[in-house]
T-cell receptor, first 115, second 113 residues
Framework: DAMVIQNPRYQVTQFGKPVTLSCSQT?????MYWYQQKSSQAPKLLFH???????NEADTPDNFQSRRPNTSFCFLDIRSPGLGDAAMYLC??????????????FGDGTRLSIL | LAKTTQPISMDSYEGQEVNITCSHN???????ITWYQQFPSQGPRFIIQ???TKVTNEVASLFIPADRKSSTLSLPRVSLSDTAVYYC??????????????FGQGTTLQVKP
């Protein structure tokens, strides 16, 4: 089945140690999104790629970076994780951009813990 | 300021119809309203999307009044498995073809036997 896959489902890292989260999709969608979701809160958009064009949200900390080497894969890099970065990170895809109103397809997330 | 507001929680019983309303006062002319369902430790799942009036699919209906400042997700005859968090998502169009996606804070629906 076509889907959005996030690996790993659970990630533990140490305070300040760089970590990378992965997302792959078989939907061939041109837009990929990264969200941060903390407990009992709505997902918060960090950034998205429209094809190779990177679009950062204004309030996303510089500590968060992203790479999209090809259509199928997208990575979230946290350069120096702090305790406040512990959260669920969700990857999503859509056929069109933010204004296209195409529904998003979400992965099941990676839960990141910081020691 | 673009903002999307929903009730924090709702309770219902099996077999009842549930209506969850989302307000989005500053929605732009071309923006759609999308509803998602989320279970614990899973990503949100698409339920329904609409622009105006009424949309119905196999699992829900979406009612949008003429002024489009709010929308109501209607779940007919809920079951225990409908216990989840429901989010409305609105894309607010900005200037120069930019846009911003705003999730509501989510409504936790608890369905009781």
């Amino acid at each position: 089945d076509a889907m959005v896959i996030q690996n790993p489902r659970y990630q533990v890292t140490q305070f300040g140690k760089p970590v990378t989260l992965s997302c792959s999709q078989t939907l061939n969608h041109n837009v990929m999104y990264w969200y941060q979701q903390k407990s009992s809160q709505a997902p918060k958009l960090l950034f998205h790629y429209y094809d190779k064009d990177f679009n950062n949200e204004a309030d996303t900390p510089d500590n968060f970076q992203s790479r999209r080497p090809n259509t199928s894969f997208c990575f979230l890099d946290i350069r120096s994780p702090g305790l406040g970065d512990a959260a669920m990170y969700l990857c999503a895809t859509s056929r069109g951009g933010v204004l296209s109103n195409q529904p998003q397809h979400f992965g099941d997330g990676t839960r990141l813990s910081i020691l | 300021l673009a903002k999307t507001t929903q009730p924090i929680s709702m309770d219902s019983y099996e077999g009842q119809e549930v209506n969850i309303t989302c307000s989005h006062n500053n929605i732009a002319t071309n923006d759609y309203i999308t509803w998602y369902q989320q279970f614990p430790s899973q990503g949100p799942r698409f339920i329904i999307q609409g622009y105006k009036t009424k949309v119905t699919n196999e699992v829900a209906s979406l009612f949008i009044p003429a002024d489009r400042k709010s929308s109501t997700l209607s779940l007919p005859r809920v079951s225990l498995s409908d216990t989840a968090v429901y989010y409305c998502l609105v894309g607010f169009a900005g200037s120069s073809n930019t846009g911003k996606l705003i999730f509501g804070q989510g409504t936790t629906l608890q369905v009781k036997p």
